[in-house]
């Protein structure tokens, strides 16, 4: 498998309350601190019907016939928030106030005489691209490598091959999940998010994280890139690495799927 390939579509849904009424449920997202928050994902759990909040956090959700489900507002930040049907369905225009998720940073020292190493490195390179096209979307698929460290690390730099980029301008969003069980746990207080614009040349982009992002001895992590947002509709290739790769897409519960190529991601970290 030499690509994968990212078609943003924004299914339109026919809904109605009863055969003469549609119920189009709609509002604006904000934290306890009123801010607003873009890129929220929102729809039932276990269902294709969703959709997402704009960058000014406002959202517009058409609800087939017949759904009674519980709303669940979801974003990597924030805990999830579900709002019944008996709220929702009353047509009114909507505020939803996320709650914080409580992470903890940890504290740590980094020696003066530490250069960062290789963690996880993009692997041999293969032919062709990961190649992302259409509109950037929040709810769309995030793909990246896992790996286990035997040593404390603190990330220093995410690098990412970029082949080409004919967006005017896009964003990608880089997540990373500390594994749990079964389960992948946001270990970031916010998504790191990086601008592209359009060009032409191979080049590597280079993402420093601002928050301590400390990889932890013989636990197993998930790096992903996703492109969140773009200005109209385009294509964006990343260098792809022959091993494996981690693909998941879904507005609420996505399943991850093992592929045998993964975008040419490379993270660099301090020795603890």
């Excluded at 996320?98 to 020696?111: A, N, R, S, Y």
Aim: proline share 5%.
């Amino acid at each position: 498998m030499k690509h994968f390939i990212v078609l943003a579509i924004m299914a339109i849904f026919g809904t109605s309350q009863n055969a003469n009424a549609q119920l189009i449920v709609s509002g604006n997202v904000q934290n306890e601190r009123g801010e607003k928050v873009e890129y929220v994902s929102i729809g039932f759990n276990r269902d294709s019907v969703g959709t997402i909040s704009d960058g000014n956090g406002h959202f517009s959700l058409k609800v087939p016939a017949g759904r009674t489900n519980t709303l669940v507002f979801s974003h990597v930040s924030y805990l999830p928030t579900e709002i019944p049907f008996e709220t929702y369905s009353a047509g009114n225009e909507l505020t939803i106030v996320l709650k914080d998720k409580m992470i903890v940073l940890p504290e740590v020292t980094v020696g003066k005489s530490s250069k960062p190493k290789t963690i996880e490195g993009r692997g041999m390179p293969m032919p062709g691209s990961c190649v992302l096209t259409g509109r950037g979307t929040p709810d769309g698929p995030e793909g990246g490598p896992m790996f286990t460290v035997d040593k404390d690390y603190i990330i220093s730099n995410i690098l990412l091959k970029i082949q080409k980029c004919t967006y005017k301008e896009c964003k990608l969003s880089f997540n990373l999940y500390e594994k749990q069980d079964s389960q992948l746990v946001n270990v970031l207080q916010k998504p790191i998010y990086q601008t592209l614009q359009q060009s032409k040349k191979d080049f590597t982009l280079d993402v420093e994280p601002t928050d301590i992002l400390l990889l932890k001895r013989g636990t197993e992590y998930y790096l992903s890139v996703s492109m969140v947002d773009s200005d109209g509709e385009g294509t964006l290739m990343i260098g792809a690495s022959a091993k494996s790769g981690y693909y998941r897409k879904g507005l609420i519960n996505g399943e991850i799927k093992k592929v045998p190529v993964c975008p040419a991601i490379a993270v660099k970290g301090n020795e603890l």
